[in-house]
């Protein structure tokens, strides 16, 4: 049974603040943005090349805004991702480079956090 990921909640305390920076900071894709009735809106945002989503609103989720920790994109260049990040004004990381990948992280203005991770060459 083939199984997918594809949208994740993350829990925000203002909707538009979220969408603006995931979109217009962070390079998301704003999908939808539905206001379904008072006290429930659905704004869906993807990463560029990405088959999950993110999901920014009111009424999704009883999660605390910034309680989302860990979430974590690949990018095929960290350098350049951070460079995308940092001149887009997001307060990303220096790039910290393991066995495992190399990576940068920033926070939302709530304080969810990610890691933007490069995977290391095969051998």
């Not at 960290?78 to 992280?105: C, D, I, K, M, Q």
Request: net charge negative; glycine share 8%.
């Amino acid at each position: 049974m083939e199984m997918k990921l594809e949208l994740v909640i993350v829990p925000v305390s203002d909707v538009d603040r979220a969408k603006s920076f995931y979109a217009d900071k962070v390079g998301f894709n704003a999908d939808h943005d539905h206001t379904i009735k008072p006290g429930l809106r659905f704004v869906q945002l993807t990463p560029p090349g990405s088959g999950c989503s993110i999901a920014v609103g009111e009424g999704l989720t009883e999660m605390e805004p910034g309680s989302l920790k860990g979430l974590q994109m690949v990018v095929k260049d960290a350098e350049a991702a951070r460079e995308l990040l940092v001149t887009n004004g997001v307060n990303a990381s220096e790039v910290e480079v393991f066995p495992w990948g190399s990576f940068t992280y920033f926070s939302d203005p709530d304080g969810n956090t990610w890691s933007v991770q490069q995977l290391p060459p095969k051998p």
